[in-house]
Protein backbone atom coordinates (compact mmCIF):
# COMPACT_ATOMS: atom_id res chain seq x y z
CA UNK A 1 0.00 0.00 0.00
CA UNK A 2 1.45 3.41 -0.64
CA UNK A 3 0.87 6.32 1.18
CA UNK A 4 1.18 9.57 1.19
CA UNK A 5 2.06 11.88 4.24
CA UNK A 6 3.31 15.39 4.37
CA UNK A 7 2.88 16.32 1.05
CA UNK A 8 0.04 18.67 2.41
CA UNK A 9 -3.40 17.19 3.69
CA UNK A 10 -5.75 18.31 0.92
CA UNK A 11 -3.12 16.26 -1.52
CA UNK A 12 -4.60 13.68 -2.94
CA UNK A 13 -1.99 10.50 -1.84
CA UNK A 14 -0.59 8.11 -3.91
CA UNK A 15 -1.82 4.77 -5.40
CA UNK A 16 -3.14 2.67 -2.84
CA UNK A 17 -2.89 -0.89 -4.77
CA UNK A 18 -0.71 -1.32 -6.54
CA UNK A 19 -1.42 22.19 -28.12
CA UNK A 20 -0.52 23.99 -30.06
CA UNK A 21 -3.90 25.10 -31.53
CA UNK A 22 -7.26 24.98 -30.97
CA UNK A 23 -10.10 22.52 -32.11
CA UNK A 24 -13.04 24.73 -34.36
CA UNK A 25 -14.66 25.95 -31.68
CA UNK A 26 -16.31 29.29 -30.91
CA UNK A 27 -13.86 31.24 -32.36
CA UNK A 28 -14.42 29.86 -35.97
CA UNK A 29 -11.88 30.52 -38.77
CA UNK A 30 -10.62 33.62 -37.39
CA UNK A 31 -7.24 34.84 -36.08
CA UNK A 32 -6.89 34.47 -32.29
CA UNK A 33 -5.74 38.40 -32.10
CA UNK A 34 -8.85 39.55 -34.33
CA UNK A 35 -10.96 37.48 -31.61
CA UNK A 36 -9.29 39.51 -28.56
CA UNK A 37 -9.99 42.68 -30.04
CA UNK A 38 -13.70 42.07 -30.96
CA UNK A 39 -14.02 40.92 -27.20
CA UNK A 40 -16.49 38.89 -28.62
CA UNK A 41 -15.53 35.25 -26.88
CA UNK A 42 -19.24 35.28 -25.15
CA UNK A 43 -22.56 33.46 -26.36
CA UNK A 44 -25.50 35.84 -26.87
CA UNK A 45 -27.57 32.52 -25.77
CA UNK A 46 -25.33 30.19 -23.43
CA UNK A 47 -25.16 26.98 -23.53
CA UNK A 48 -20.93 26.14 -22.76
CA UNK A 49 -22.62 23.69 -19.89
CA UNK A 50 -25.49 21.29 -19.92
CA UNK A 51 -27.82 23.60 -17.71
CA UNK A 52 -27.72 25.37 -22.04
CA UNK A 53 -29.59 28.59 -20.03
CA UNK A 54 -29.68 30.57 -22.99
CA UNK A 55 -28.04 34.16 -20.77
CA UNK A 56 -27.14 36.33 -23.69
CA UNK A 57 -23.67 36.85 -22.38
CA UNK A 58 -22.52 39.15 -24.43
CA UNK A 59 -24.99 41.89 -23.57
CA UNK A 60 -23.82 41.74 -20.14
CA UNK A 61 -26.38 39.01 -18.97
CA UNK A 62 -25.75 36.46 -16.30
CA UNK A 63 -26.14 33.19 -16.64
CA UNK A 64 -27.51 30.25 -13.67
CA UNK A 65 -23.93 30.13 -13.47
CA UNK A 66 -23.24 33.79 -12.11
CA UNK A 67 -21.16 34.06 -15.46
CA UNK A 68 -21.84 37.44 -17.31
CA UNK A 69 -19.42 39.11 -19.59
CA UNK A 70 -16.46 39.22 -18.12
CA UNK A 71 -13.90 36.82 -17.12
CA UNK A 72 -13.27 36.72 -13.14
CA UNK A 73 -10.17 35.11 -11.89
CA UNK A 74 -10.24 34.32 -8.02
CA UNK A 75 -6.52 32.88 -7.54
CA UNK A 76 -3.48 32.17 -10.37
CA UNK A 77 -1.03 30.29 -8.00
CA UNK A 78 1.20 27.14 -7.57
CA UNK A 79 -0.77 24.18 -5.72
CA UNK A 80 0.43 21.41 -3.97
CA UNK A 81 -2.55 19.65 -2.96
CA UNK A 82 -3.64 18.05 -6.30
CA UNK A 83 -3.12 13.90 -6.81
CA UNK A 84 0.91 13.69 -7.06
CA UNK A 85 1.42 13.24 -10.68
CA UNK A 86 -0.61 16.43 -10.73
CA UNK A 87 0.88 18.92 -8.16
CA UNK A 88 4.18 16.64 -7.42
CA UNK A 89 6.76 18.84 -5.52
CA UNK A 90 6.62 22.15 -7.05
CA UNK A 91 2.88 22.40 -7.34
CA UNK A 92 0.21 22.71 -10.40
CA UNK A 93 -0.28 26.01 -11.91
CA UNK A 94 -3.74 26.96 -10.86
CA UNK A 95 -6.13 29.26 -12.39
CA UNK A 96 -9.24 29.62 -10.21
CA UNK A 97 -12.16 30.98 -11.98
CA UNK A 98 -15.07 32.75 -10.06
CA UNK A 99 -18.78 31.14 -11.02
CA UNK A 100 -19.70 27.75 -11.68
CA UNK A 101 -22.17 25.61 -13.42
CA UNK A 102 -23.00 23.39 -10.93
CA UNK A 103 -22.86 25.50 -7.90
CA UNK A 104 -23.43 22.48 -5.11
CA UNK A 105 -25.57 23.40 -2.16
CA UNK A 106 -22.07 21.85 -0.08
CA UNK A 107 -19.05 23.32 -2.38
CA UNK A 108 -15.84 23.44 -0.71
CA UNK A 109 -15.19 26.84 -2.52
CA UNK A 110 -18.24 28.43 -1.90
CA UNK A 111 -16.83 32.00 -1.49
CA UNK A 112 -15.71 31.80 -5.51
CA UNK A 113 -18.78 29.46 -7.03
CA UNK A 114 -21.60 30.83 -5.62
CA UNK A 115 -20.18 34.68 -5.31
CA UNK A 116 -18.30 36.52 -7.71
CA UNK A 117 -15.18 37.29 -5.63
CA UNK A 118 -12.23 37.65 -8.11
CA UNK A 119 -10.50 39.92 -10.68
CA UNK A 120 -11.51 40.79 -14.31
CA UNK A 121 -9.16 39.04 -16.71
CA UNK A 122 -9.22 39.18 -20.88
CA UNK A 123 -7.46 36.58 -22.82
CA UNK A 124 -3.72 38.10 -22.95
CA UNK A 125 -4.42 38.42 -19.71
CA UNK A 126 -4.80 34.97 -18.65
CA UNK A 127 -2.01 34.15 -21.44
CA UNK A 128 0.16 36.01 -19.61
CA UNK A 129 -0.99 34.16 -15.97
CA UNK A 130 -0.38 30.70 -17.98
CA UNK A 131 3.66 32.24 -19.03
CA UNK A 132 3.70 33.38 -15.55
CA UNK A 133 3.11 29.77 -13.39
CA UNK A 134 5.32 27.76 -15.96
CA UNK A 135 8.02 30.65 -15.31
CA UNK A 136 7.09 29.70 -11.09
CA UNK A 137 8.03 26.21 -12.03
CA UNK A 138 4.31 24.78 -12.43
CA UNK A 139 4.13 21.38 -13.33
CA UNK A 140 0.85 22.39 -15.91
CA UNK A 141 -1.42 24.93 -16.46
CA UNK A 142 -4.32 24.21 -14.26
CA UNK A 143 -7.71 25.72 -15.25
CA UNK A 144 -10.06 25.03 -12.28
CA UNK A 145 -13.62 25.32 -13.12
CA UNK A 146 -13.15 26.92 -16.61
CA UNK A 147 -16.68 25.28 -17.98
CA UNK A 148 -18.45 28.65 -18.45
CA UNK A 149 -15.52 30.50 -19.37
CA UNK A 150 -14.01 27.53 -22.00
CA UNK A 151 -13.72 29.93 -25.03
CA UNK A 152 -11.79 32.34 -22.91
CA UNK A 153 -9.17 29.10 -21.55
CA UNK A 154 -9.02 27.39 -25.23
CA UNK A 155 -7.96 30.91 -26.80
CA UNK A 156 -5.68 31.85 -23.54
CA UNK A 157 -3.99 28.69 -24.59
CA UNK A 158 -3.56 29.33 -27.85
CA UNK A 159 -2.20 32.24 -27.17
CA UNK A 160 0.08 31.55 -24.87
CA UNK A 161 1.09 28.25 -26.32
CA UNK A 162 2.40 30.65 -29.82
CA UNK A 163 4.53 32.75 -27.24
CA UNK A 164 6.25 29.26 -26.01
CA UNK A 165 3.81 27.50 -23.37
CA UNK A 166 5.06 24.48 -22.79
CA UNK A 167 3.44 22.66 -19.80
CA UNK A 168 0.42 20.20 -20.18
CA UNK A 169 -2.86 21.94 -19.75
CA UNK A 170 -5.07 20.32 -17.17
CA UNK A 171 -9.10 20.62 -17.44
CA UNK A 172 -10.27 20.71 -13.59
CA UNK A 173 -14.24 20.09 -13.81
CA UNK A 174 -16.91 19.29 -12.34
CA UNK A 175 -17.52 16.96 -14.77
CA UNK A 176 -21.05 18.62 -15.61
CA UNK A 177 -19.78 19.43 -19.41
CA UNK A 178 -21.33 18.98 -22.41
CA UNK A 179 -19.94 16.38 -25.46
CA UNK A 180 -19.41 19.61 -27.40
CA UNK A 181 -17.09 21.16 -24.94
CA UNK A 182 -15.03 18.32 -24.67
CA UNK A 183 -14.60 18.09 -28.91
CA UNK A 184 -14.15 21.89 -28.36
CA UNK A 185 -11.17 21.44 -25.87
CA UNK A 186 -9.16 18.86 -28.81
CA UNK A 187 -6.08 19.92 -28.76
CA UNK A 188 -6.21 22.30 -25.67
CA UNK A 189 -6.24 20.15 -23.15
CA UNK A 190 -4.02 17.20 -21.99
CA UNK A 191 -5.26 16.13 -19.24
CA UNK A 192 -8.37 15.75 -17.84
CA UNK A 193 -9.62 16.12 -13.68
CA UNK A 194 -12.66 15.54 -13.13
CA UNK A 195 -15.60 14.81 -10.64
CA UNK A 196 -17.96 12.00 -10.68
CA UNK A 197 -19.92 13.42 -8.22
CA UNK A 198 -22.91 11.44 -8.09
CA UNK A 199 -24.47 7.66 -9.14
CA UNK A 200 -28.13 8.49 -8.31
CA UNK A 201 -29.70 11.48 -10.69
CA UNK A 202 -31.85 12.32 -6.99
CA UNK A 203 -28.46 13.14 -5.43
CA UNK A 204 -27.54 15.49 -8.29
CA UNK A 205 -30.98 17.56 -8.28
CA UNK A 206 -30.88 17.60 -4.12
CA UNK A 207 -27.36 19.12 -4.08
CA UNK A 208 -26.83 20.33 -7.43
CA UNK A 209 -30.09 21.43 -8.53
CA UNK A 210 -29.66 19.67 -11.71
CA UNK A 211 -31.99 16.51 -12.94
CA UNK A 212 -29.66 15.08 -15.06
CA UNK A 213 -25.89 15.16 -13.68
CA UNK A 214 -25.02 10.76 -14.15
CA UNK A 215 -26.23 11.20 -17.49
CA UNK A 216 -24.36 14.06 -18.83
CA UNK A 217 -21.54 13.16 -16.43
CA UNK A 218 -21.19 9.67 -18.23
CA UNK A 219 -21.14 11.32 -21.75
CA UNK A 220 -18.65 14.13 -21.13
CA UNK A 221 -16.69 11.45 -19.04
CA UNK A 222 -16.79 9.05 -22.22
CA UNK A 223 -15.79 12.05 -24.64
CA UNK A 224 -12.85 12.90 -21.88
CA UNK A 225 -11.25 9.46 -22.34
CA UNK A 226 -11.65 9.09 -26.78
CA UNK A 227 -10.64 12.73 -26.47
CA UNK A 228 -7.04 11.92 -24.45
CA UNK A 229 -6.86 8.62 -24.33
CA UNK A 230 -5.31 6.31 -21.03
CA UNK A 231 -2.78 8.20 -18.59
CA UNK A 232 0.73 8.92 -19.57
CA UNK A 233 3.81 10.24 -17.88
CA UNK A 234 6.92 11.81 -17.78
CA UNK A 235 9.40 12.72 -15.60
CA UNK A 236 9.54 16.98 -15.22
CA UNK A 237 12.56 17.58 -13.33
CA UNK A 238 12.76 14.57 -11.56
CA UNK A 239 8.71 14.26 -10.85
CA UNK A 240 6.43 12.21 -11.96
CA UNK A 241 4.04 14.14 -14.00
CA UNK A 242 1.10 13.14 -16.17
CA UNK A 243 1.18 14.64 -19.55
CA UNK A 244 -2.04 12.90 -20.84
CA UNK A 245 -5.13 11.08 -19.34
CA UNK A 246 -8.19 11.49 -17.41
CA UNK A 247 -8.33 11.47 -13.32
CA UNK A 248 -12.00 10.87 -12.16
CA UNK A 249 -12.40 12.47 -8.65
CA UNK A 250 -15.27 11.42 -6.23
CA UNK A 251 -15.71 12.88 -2.96
CA UNK A 252 -17.56 10.94 -0.84
CA UNK A 253 -20.53 12.69 0.91
CA UNK A 254 -22.00 12.58 4.52
CA UNK A 255 -24.78 9.89 4.96
CA UNK A 256 -23.80 8.62 1.19
CA UNK A 257 -21.23 5.40 1.03
CA UNK A 258 -23.64 3.43 -0.72
CA UNK A 259 -23.88 5.76 -3.83
CA UNK A 260 -20.52 6.32 -3.56
CA UNK A 261 -19.59 2.64 -3.98
CA UNK A 262 -21.59 2.70 -7.31
CA UNK A 263 -19.61 5.50 -8.66
CA UNK A 264 -16.37 3.25 -7.80
CA UNK A 265 -18.34 0.72 -9.22
CA UNK A 266 -20.02 2.25 -12.13
CA UNK A 267 -16.47 3.60 -12.90
CA UNK A 268 -14.52 1.14 -12.80
CA UNK A 269 -16.59 -0.94 -14.63
CA UNK A 270 -16.95 1.49 -17.40
CA UNK A 271 -13.02 2.51 -17.86
CA UNK A 272 -10.61 0.18 -15.98
CA UNK A 273 -7.05 1.48 -16.40
CA UNK A 274 -7.95 4.12 -18.86
CA UNK A 275 -8.97 6.53 -15.95
CA UNK A 276 -6.95 6.62 -12.80
CA UNK A 277 -10.15 6.82 -10.11
CA UNK A 278 -9.27 9.63 -6.81
CA UNK A 279 -10.64 8.67 -4.19
CA UNK A 280 -11.24 11.57 -1.82
CA UNK A 281 -12.50 11.96 1.73
CA UNK A 282 -12.10 16.02 2.07
CA UNK A 283 -15.40 17.11 2.78
CA UNK A 284 -15.51 19.52 4.92
CA UNK A 285 -18.82 20.61 6.07
CA UNK A 286 -18.02 24.37 5.02
CA UNK A 287 -21.73 25.37 4.65
CA UNK A 288 -22.15 24.98 8.79
CA UNK A 289 -19.31 27.63 9.22
CA UNK A 290 -21.09 29.75 7.69
CA UNK A 291 -24.58 29.32 8.09
CA UNK A 292 -23.07 30.02 11.88
CA UNK A 293 -21.52 32.84 10.54
CA UNK A 294 -24.88 33.78 9.93
CA UNK A 295 -24.87 33.36 6.11
CA UNK A 296 -28.42 33.24 4.78
CA UNK A 297 -27.87 30.50 1.93
CA UNK A 298 -26.22 28.60 4.34
CA UNK A 299 -28.79 28.81 6.48
CA UNK A 300 -31.68 27.65 3.68
CA UNK A 301 -29.30 24.53 2.84
CA UNK A 302 -28.86 23.10 5.87
CA UNK A 303 -32.59 23.54 6.61
CA UNK A 304 -32.92 21.65 3.71
CA UNK A 305 -30.11 19.30 3.74
CA UNK A 306 -29.11 18.79 7.22
CA UNK A 307 -26.90 15.90 6.91
CA UNK A 308 -24.63 18.41 4.89
CA UNK A 309 -23.07 19.95 8.40
CA UNK A 310 -21.96 16.56 9.32
CA UNK A 311 -18.50 15.25 8.35
CA UNK A 312 -18.22 11.57 6.77
CA UNK A 313 -16.90 9.10 9.80
CA UNK A 314 -13.34 7.61 8.87
CA UNK A 315 -14.75 4.03 8.85
CA UNK A 316 -17.20 4.61 5.91
CA UNK A 317 -14.12 6.18 4.21
CA UNK A 318 -12.06 3.29 4.87
CA UNK A 319 -14.96 0.78 3.76
CA UNK A 320 -15.13 2.26 0.52
CA UNK A 321 -11.25 2.16 0.08
CA UNK A 322 -12.06 -1.47 1.13
CA UNK A 323 -14.83 -1.91 -1.88
CA UNK A 324 -12.05 -0.53 -4.32
CA UNK A 325 -9.93 -2.75 -3.53
CA UNK A 326 -11.92 -6.00 -3.68
CA UNK A 327 -13.12 -5.00 -6.97
CA UNK A 328 -9.21 -4.57 -7.70
CA UNK A 329 -9.62 -1.13 -9.01
CA UNK A 330 -6.05 -0.30 -9.86
CA UNK A 331 -3.56 2.23 -8.46
CA UNK A 332 -6.14 4.95 -7.27
CA UNK A 333 -5.38 7.89 -5.57
CA UNK A 334 -6.36 8.28 -1.91
CA UNK A 335 -6.28 10.54 1.07
CA UNK A 336 -4.78 10.21 4.28
CA UNK A 337 -6.96 11.93 7.70
CA UNK A 338 -6.71 15.75 7.88
CA UNK A 339 -7.59 16.67 4.33
CA UNK A 340 -11.13 18.02 5.63
CA UNK A 341 -9.85 20.96 6.87
CA UNK A 342 -10.58 24.17 6.07
CA UNK A 343 -7.48 25.41 6.72
CA UNK A 344 -6.87 24.00 3.60
CA UNK A 345 -8.71 25.61 1.15
CA UNK A 346 -7.06 27.83 -0.84
CA UNK A 347 -7.01 31.90 -0.41
CA UNK A 348 -9.22 33.44 -2.52
CA UNK A 349 -7.43 37.31 -2.44
CA UNK A 350 -6.95 37.55 -5.92
CA UNK A 351 -3.27 36.62 -5.90
CA UNK A 352 -2.07 36.35 -9.15
CA UNK A 353 -4.59 37.72 -10.80
S1 LIG B 1 -22.19 28.22 -18.62
FE1 LIG B 1 -23.46 29.52 -17.30
S2 LIG B 1 -24.47 30.96 -18.72
FE2 LIG B 1 -23.68 29.24 -19.95
S3 LIG B 1 -25.36 27.75 -20.12
FE3 LIG B 1 -24.16 27.15 -18.33
S4 LIG B 1 -25.16 28.18 -16.59
FE4 LIG B 1 -25.88 29.20 -18.46
Given at each position: ???????????????????????D??????SV??????????????????????????????G???????????????????????????????????????????????????????????????????????????????????????????????L??????????????????????????????????????????????????????????????D??????????????????????????????????????????????????????L?????????????????????????????????????????????????????????????????????E??????
Amino acid sequence: MGSFDDAGPGACVGARSAAAALGDDTLGARSVAAAFDEGDLNPSACDLCPRACGANRAAGERGACGAGAEVLVARAALHLWEEPPISGDDGSGTIFFAHCPLRCDYCQNAMIAHGALGAPARVPDLAAMCLDLEQQGALNVNFVTPTHYAPHARAAVRLARARGLALPIVWNTSGYETVRAIRDNANAVDVYLTDFKYADAALGARYSHVPDYPARATEALDAMVRAVGAPTYDEYRGQERMTRGVVVRHLILPGHLDDSKRVVQTVHERYGADVRLSIMNQYTPVVATAAQAGDARARRVLARCPELACRVPDEEYEELLDFADVLGVPDYFWQEGGACEESFIPEFSGTGA
